[in-house]
């Protein structure tokens, strides 16, 4: 776990001038595209390069089950995790449908879904069968949280040794609505019914409850939740973990990370709180309709690109946020300056 320690790679900000100098040639007026010109100077200062480019896209989806299911607090039982990984691997789930229709790699990791699962195109680094009931019991041991971390770790390596443009994580897993909400109160000291939404679909009622299983699990785990790590392992996943490490890892490799919802997000703000510097490398892709998401987005000063009232994750807001990058990308690289296009540019304003 040595990697740990590497720093994270920076931005070049030798690129982000020329980028942000280009951007004043190009035949419109300063500042006419938003924040798609921003995005476009970013990636350009974080890809090092001076045409920045969202062609090469790396999706990893993390899958793992949650004691804390036990506590009745998802809409959906335990098995969906299994079941629906079978359904990313045979092409029929939402991020399926995205990664084709946007060209990307998409790879399944089984982290620790409870049942062991046999698919050719999975790939298989668990952690173990399912995490332990943090109401109870720490989510996970020191040694299933390095595991984990480390499956993270070889994603972005992956993605790092394809050459990917952006890096994009996604999670599977029942339950894991609550295991995020733990960590947004307490990573960002909030109460539990400000940051618990319905998850996969809970009525009124179901939250209530969730709402004790939270405050339960804050409860057992008291004394452990100041330090992020720690708290990841007590109250956290093996797919966030994974999305911990992934994150980390690309953020040390230099490659430029979509965050996608909720759960995400509480990767995010674990890496970040860990290691301030993995911030540079996050974009937003979108806000979730979880309403505790914009606790954390504030805290990670991160405004998101889309708002779909979208509550899905398995990557799916941050796969829908690549064409609008590569939109920016296209307009950065392929537009007309004034000069080469013979139009006036901007005079002095007249009294
Ligand atoms: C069919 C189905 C597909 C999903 N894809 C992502 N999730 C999402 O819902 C789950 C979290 O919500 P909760 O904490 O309420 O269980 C996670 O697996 C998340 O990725 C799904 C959920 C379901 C049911
Ligand atoms: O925003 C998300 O990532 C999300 C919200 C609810 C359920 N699953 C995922």
Not at 36 to 57: C, H, I, K, N, S
Not at 243 to 262: C, E, K, N, T
Request: hydrophobic share 50%; glycine share 10%; proline share 4%.
């Amino acid at each position: 776990m040595d990697w740990l320690n590497e720093p994270c790679a920076s931005a070049t900000e030798h690129y982000r001038e020329f980028a942000l100098q280009r951007q004043q040639q190009l035949t419109k007026p300063s500042g006419a595209l938003g924040r798609l010109e921003t995005l476009a100077v970013t990636l350009a200062a974080l890809q090092g390069r001076e045409d920045p480019r969202a062609d090469r896209v790396h999706i990893s989806i993390f899958a793992a089950d949650h004691g804390v299911t036990e506590e009745g607090v998802s809409a959906f039982p335990q098995a969906v995790t299994g079941q629906m990984v079978h359904n990313f691997l045979n092409g029929g789930a939402a991020i399926s449908v995205l990664a084709r229709e946007l060209g990307a790699t998409l790879e399944i990791i089984d982290v620790g879904v409870k049942d062991p699962l046999n698919h050719a195109g999975l790939i298989s680094q668990r952690a173990g069968a399912g995490t332990a009931n943090s109401a109870q019991a720490p989510a996970m041991t020191h040694s299933q949280l390095n595991l984990a971390l480390q499956a993270g770790y070889a994603a972005a390596e992956r993605a790092y040794a394809n050459k990917a443009h952006l890096f994009i994580g996604g999670e599977m897993g029942i339950g894991n609505t609550t295991a995020a909400t733990a960590l947004y109160c307490a990573l960002l000291d909030v109460a539990p019914s400000v940051a618990t939404g319905a998850g996969t679909g809970l009525d009124a009622a179901g939250i209530a409850h969730k709402v004790n299983v939270i405050q339960r699990i804050l409860d057992v785990h008291r004394h452990h939740l100041n330090a992020p790590l720690e708290a990841l392992r007590c109250v956290g996943g093996f797919e966030i973990a994974a999305l911990v490490g992934a994150y980390w890892r690309a953020a040390q490799r230099g490659i430029p990370i979509v965050v996608d919802g909720f759960i995400s997000t509480a990767a995010a703000l674990v890496a970040v709180q860990q290691q301030p510097n993995v911030q540079q490398w996050l974009l937003l892709s979108h806000a979730s309709a979880e309403p505790g998401h914009v606790l954390a987005t504030d805290f990670l000063g991160l405004q998101p690109l889309l708002d779909l009232q979208m509550r899905l994750g398995e990557g799916s807001g941050a796969a829908l946020a690549v064409p609008l990058l590569r939109m920016a990308c296209a307009l950065h690289n392929r537009m007309a300056t004034f000069a080469e296009a013979a139009v006036a540019g901007e005079t002095a304003a007249r009294l």
